[in-house]
């Protein structure tokens, strides 16, 4: 499990103690928070059914029918039942089966429905469909968001945690993190907005314009557009708009012929629907079997970092025969090298000072 995972369960436990605490605060006090906690990260024990971390299983079965919409109402049913029952033997009074139900429904579900407000996407209608949802609202990574219902978590404590106004703190802080999420999304169209606009002005013409989250805050996007010969990518402060200075990335014929080949393979498919998005191609000589082999490497361009990771901080690299046939394909990662002064433009575009991250 690596930091960006960690950071988001973390986030996931946190909503569900607030969730919790919401529905069943007054009647169990810390404890809903904690058991909140335990019930908003069961959806991300998926990651546990992946066995090699190089595999494809992690974007075929990771937020997949753990974070489907049907997942909280059907596998409330018996967790409420289990609370009640263990409720019973411990004290015998226990909370009404409808509250617990409600409290485990509304845990589970709320889950997913964040993820969705991230352009990392989950399958949220599994299993009638596996095709990903998402809107790139909020970074997978928001300390405004975690950090706004921590503290109303520790100020609820504080005040008591079975209190009416405990209760308020939390409720109000759910509908705060609600409506920042909701501004979020009001960021990522304006972005995307703001690229049509720039290429319009420089007489650009593109097929798709993008507009993705970058982490630690919801006014930086990263903008990738798609023209027939290249892959364009810049980076758009909301908070005070500047001139795009676009680096172009050229698509290279043979690499997209070959992209285009593997389109009926079970890998593709599994990729392509993960990434939801422009996949840049290259196309480079492979060393071994098979013979005369290529090795295509595929680059999921909705995450990525100024220079060495311009392009997608992760792929799938597919290695192909003398025939264009398919061998293997695996998961890959880009190993970046990031300096003080990456850091600092990175800053100064947040904030929408001029700035050249290329």
């Known amino acids: 499990m690596d930091g960006v995972q960690l950071l988001d369960i973390v986030t996931q436990g946190v909503l569900g103690a607030a969730v919790g605490h919401a529905v069943l605060g007054r009647r169990l006090g810390a404890k809903a928070m904690a058991i909140g906690f335990v019930g908003g990260i069961i959806p991300d024990l998926d990651i546990f059914l992946v066995q090699d971390s190089q595999s494809l299983d992690y974007w075929h079965y990771h937020r997949g029918i753990t974070h489907s919409v049907f997942f909280g109402p059907v596998v409330g049913l018996p967790l409420a039942a289990l609370s009640l029952a263990v409720q019973r033997w411990r004290d015998g009074t226990p909370t009404p089966f409808g509250q617990w139900y409600l409290f485990w429904a509304l845990v589970l579900v709320t889950h997913p429905i964040l993820d969705l407000a991230t352009h990392w996407g989950t399958a949220f209608f599994m299993p009638l469909s596996d095709t990903r949802f998402g809107v790139p609202a909020v970074s997978v990574i928001d300390p405004v968001y975690t950090l706004a219902l921590v503290a109303a978590l520790v100020f609820a404590l504080i005040k008591g945690a079975r209190s009416g106004a405990a209760r308020h703190l939390v409720l109000g802080a759910l509908a705060l993190s609600t409506l920042y999420v909701g501004m979020g999304w009001g960021q990522h169209m304006k972005a995307e907005r703001l690229a049509r606009a ?6 650009i013409a593109a097929d798709e314009v993008h507009a993705y989250t970058t982490i630690f805050s919801p006014w930086l996007r990263r903008l990738v557009a798609v023209t027939p010969e290249a892959h364009l990518v810049g980076f758009v402060s909301t908070l005070r708009p500047q001139p795009i200075d676009w680096f172009e990335v050229p698509r290279e014929p043979l690499a997209e012929a070959a992209k285009a080949g593997l389109g009926g393979t079970e890998e593709a498919r599994i990729y392509t629907n993960f990434a939801t998005g422009p996949i840049h191609a ?11 082999g290529k090795e295509l490497r595929l680059y999921d361009m909705r995450f990525g970092f100024p220079d060495g990771a ?3 901080l992760w792929g799938m690299t597919a290695i192909i025969d003398a025939e264009g046939q398919l061998v293997a394909a695996r998961r890959f990662s880009v190993e970046t090298d990031i300096q003080q002064g990456d850091l600092l433009a990175l800053a100064r575009a947040k904030l929408g000072l001029p700035q050249h991250l290329f």
Do not use: S
């Not at 720039?198 to 007489?203: F, N």
């Not at 290259?282 to 005369?292: F, K, R, W």
């Open 282 to 292: 290259v196309l480079v000589p492979h060393e071994g079997n098979p013979t005369d």
């Open 198 to 203: 720039d290429l319009e002005a420089k007489a």
């Open 310 to 312: 311009l392009t997608g």
